[in-house]
């Protein structure tokens, strides 16, 4: 008897985890603060870990929140869809009291963790929160265009590390911005391609044209030319402080191919399978963009 009362307890944990995680969404936060430290390490000259580890916690934070509230807002949405119907709050097993405490503890500690950094980092991060929150969970629902509006916040992280680095805004952290917020698009738009079934019983409007047709298809190609040829715009000298090698740029460059064939497959192939293969390679695309940035400026430090 005792041996199951604490299996129950320690059943009963886990659970508040999984759902903890679920809430802020880990994963999604966990790719943000990486974004946030690679714009960190390019914009700074003398790396502080204290400095790091604020960006880490307050970039954790305000996609938390972010999440948080988006899941309060869409809670009767969310039981409608395969996805989200066991989140936290949809499925009964968190109130909405809670999940509005979290949000709301993680905006107002995601801002002031910022706010340490710089003023400017601060007010970045707060834009992102009330843009994701306000703007794009309620679009989502009336038009496409919702998925240019999310891009905005989606775009912040990366540029966030470099502001947090200078407690500056100028052409290089614009250039972050501009790189992340044209991927999102090819990235986003084969996410609503293979889900737009489940997309569809939440009423949400996710693809351009609002269906998996040649249109979408083309601008999904279209968006993906934008996101390579911004990805390289460092390497010619006119970004500032940014700068990437030629060598570094050939290597984008072939990621931006490899990329782009992805686009182009979908167009000619339209289905589920090719849809989530773009989707996966646009995300080992940012990644190994931003290793590969930050891996440039300290090689050309060293050497």
Not at 177 to 195: D, E, N, S, V, Y
Not at 216 to 239: E, K, N, R
Request: proline share 4%; hydrophobic share 50%.
């Amino acid at each position: 008897m005792q041996d199951l009362s604490v299996t129950q307890i320690t059943t009963a944990k886990v659970s508040v985890v999984q759902d903890f995680k679920e809430i802020t969404k880990m994963r999604l936060a966990l790719s943000v603060v990486f974004s946030s430290v690679a714009g960190y390490l390019l914009g700074v000259e003398v790396v502080s870990f204290s400095t790091l580890l604020l960006l880490a916690i307050g970039g954790y934070f305000m996609v938390g929140a972010s999440n948080a509230f988006n899941q309060i807002i869409e809670r009767d949405l969310d039981k409608l869809m395969d996805r989200t119907k066991n989140r936290p709050v949809p499925s009964g097993r968190m109130s909405v009291n809670t999940a509005f405490a979290i949000a709301t503890l993680f905006t107002i500690a995601g801002i002031s963790v910022l706010y340490i950094i710089n003023p400017k980092t601060a007010m970045f991060g707060a834009i992102s929160i009330f843009v994701y929150v306000s703007l794009y969970t309620p679009l989502k629902t009336k038009t496409p265009l919702s998925v240019f509006v999310g891009a905005i916040p989606g775009a912040i992280p990366f540029m966030l590390g470099w502001v947090a680095a200078t407690n500056d805004f100028g052409i290089e952290p614009g250039t972050l911005f501009m790189i992340q917020f044209f991927w999102q698009f090819p990235h986003f738009w084969a996410i609503g391609w293979f889900l737009y079934e489940d997309y569809k019983k939440g009423g949400f409007f996710m693809l351009p044209t609002g269906k998996r047709d040649q249109g979408t298809a083309v601008q999904i190609i279209l968006y993906t030319v934008w996101t390579v040829v911004t990805s390289l715009i460092p390497v010619f000298g006119v970004t500032g402080d940014l700068y990437l090698t030629p060598v570094s740029g050939v290597v984008i460059l072939i990621l931006g191919l490899i990329l782009l064939r992805s686009a182009i497959r979908l167009y000619k192939e339209r289905d589920t399978k090719t849809a989530k293969q773009l989707m996966l390679v646009s995300v080992l695309y940012i990644t190994l963009l931003q290793i590969i940035y930050v891996a440039d400026k300290f090689i050309r430090i060293w050497i």
